[in-house]
């Protein structure tokens, strides 16, 4: 049984709804770009990223949530008014981010930092 709890969700709107329902709770995102049928990003970098995140997600601290968020298809996401880059300030997918803290891009790459992010206070 996992100490922390997982949540995936699709776009901004369901985003907020899993923050919202988990107040109180520490929450890490990771953000990535929309998967296909066959479960692929269109994001190459998401791509590389995601076993990275995954393979420390043991790290994560008891008792807090880990939210996996599809940010939509790359002409949404280029889209400089979409609600992720307007309202939470994304610059990049990969993102992962807890809150007050986030990785972008290549250093979701790196587990010493991904580690680092899910361990540290």
């Known amino acids: 049984m996992t100490k ?6 699709h776009g901004y709107d ?4 899993a923050v919202s329902e988990r ?7 990771y953000f990535s770009g929309n998967k296909d049928g066959q479960g692929k990003s269109w994001c190459p970098d998401c791509v ?3 076993p990275v ?3 420390e997600l043991s790290h994560l601290p008891e008792g807090t949530v880990f939210i996996y968020c599809q940010v939509g298809e790359r002409s949404y996401w280029k889209d400089p008014n979409n609600d992720f880059k307007k ?4 610059t ?4 992962l981010l807890r809150y007050g803290t986030k990785l972008v891009e290549d250093e979701c790459f ?5 580690r680092m992010m899910f361990t540290e206070d």
Do not use: H, M, S
Not at 23 to 29: D, I, L, N, R
């Open 4 to 9: 922390y709890e997982e949540v995936a969700v």
């Open 14 to 17: 369901e985003f907020c709804n």
């Open 23 to 29: 107040k109180g709770k520490e929450v890490f995102a």
């Open 48 to 50: 590389t990223a995601e």
């Open 53 to 55: 995140v995954r393979g």
């Open 87 to 90: 309202i939470l300030k994304l």
């Open 92 to 95: 990049a997918v990969p993102t």
């Open 110 to 114: 790196k587990a010493d930092l991904v």
